[in-house]
Structure formats: structure tokens, C-alpha cells
């Protein structure tokens, strides 16, 4: 057996990604992106670059079925001044560990969640807030088809960082 016990899942992919060429930019690419996601029965999961620890879940420390929260932990790459001809002279964002808490709340097909986290290694030295809600139209064994409504907060620092312009750029 390759996963081993406990393991809900383990999935290993490459697909395809469309997104803009830079965080606030008109211009949209397609590129590949790889898929890494991990899941520990209902307490670790991990999806690409972020680590979420369920200190409330079915199979957490403080048990709940509907209530999940608990420490997360991401890393954000930035953003490099090359990735854009737009960008040039404005330098680069960089690197970012964001660390902070989440909350979630699932009721049938339904899920309200909120994430809160701050940088720590001073790549945007900003904190984000991230709320959504979403429900599942349809779910099988192999698919499920959901629609999403998010917003998002940040403070002046990660505005600052992403898309202010000094007189010297």
C-alpha cells in the first residue's frame, strides 16, 4: 500500500492555470501549474504552498462536525519586476511566509470560511483577510461542481507592496 495509515489522500498533478500575468494586471496567461495536496484524516492538510492544521474538526483535538479552525501557514512567492514589461522599474515583491487562522462552518452543501494572516518575513509585510462562501451544486464519488463567492481585505502595507508607485519608479 502507498499511502499510508490515516492518510485520507495524497494527490500529485499538472494542470492548466489561467491567471493574470501579475496581481492587478489586465493581461491573462495560461501556464501549467503543478497540483501537491496531502490530507492527514480531518486534522493536517496541505495544498501547494499552504499548511492548515484543524484544531476544531471530526478528527481534531476539539471534535465538531460542522466547526473547523485552527493555525495556517502559506508561503507566497511575490512577484518579480521580469514578469511584466508593465513592471519594469517598480521592483520586486518578494517572498512572504503568511502565518495566521482560519474558520470554517459547513451546513449541508454549504461552507463559510475566513482566513486572516499576516507576513512575518517582510516580502509584502502586509496581512490579508479572505472570506468566502460556497456551496456544492453536485457531488460524486470522483467530481464535485461548487460555486464560490469571496472577498478580500488588505492592509496599506500589502497594497502598498503590490501596487503603489513611488516618484522615483
Known amino acids: 500500500d502507498v499511502v499510508a495509515p490515516g492518510v485520507t489522500n495524497i494527490r500529485i498533478g499538472l494542470g492548466p492555470v489561467f491567471t493574470p500575468a501579475y496581481e492587478g494586471s489586465d493581461d491573462y496567461e495560461i501556464k501549467a501549474a503543478p497540483l501537491i495536496s496531502f490530507r492527514y484524516l480531518d486534522l493536517v492538510q496541505v495544498d501547494n504552498n499552504q499548511i492548515r492544521v484543524n484544531v476544531f474538526g471530526s478528527d481534531s ?52 470560511r475566513i482566513r486572516a494572516q499576516q507576513d512575518v518575513l517582510s516580502g509584502h509585510s502586509g496581512m490579508r483577510i479572505v472570506g468566502d462562501l460556497g456551496v456544492a451544486v453536485y457531488r460524486s464519488d470522483r467530481l464535485a461542481v461548487t460555486g464560490n463567492l469571496s472577498a478580500t481585505w488588505t492592509d496599506s502595507s500589502y497594497m502598498s507592496a503590490f501596487f503603489s508607485v513611488t516618484a522615483a519608479q
Open 61 to 112: 483535538l476539539f471534535r465538531s462536525e460542522h466547526f473547523k479552525a485552527g493555525p495556517i501557514l502559506k508561503l507566497d512567492f511575490g512577484r518579480d519586476e521580469t514578469d511584466s514589461p508593465d513592471l519594469l522599474g517598480l521592483g520586486d515583491v518578494g517572498t512572504s511566509l503568511e502565518l495566521g487562522v482560519f474558520a470554517s462552518y459547513t451546513a449541508g452543501p454549504a461552507r463559510a
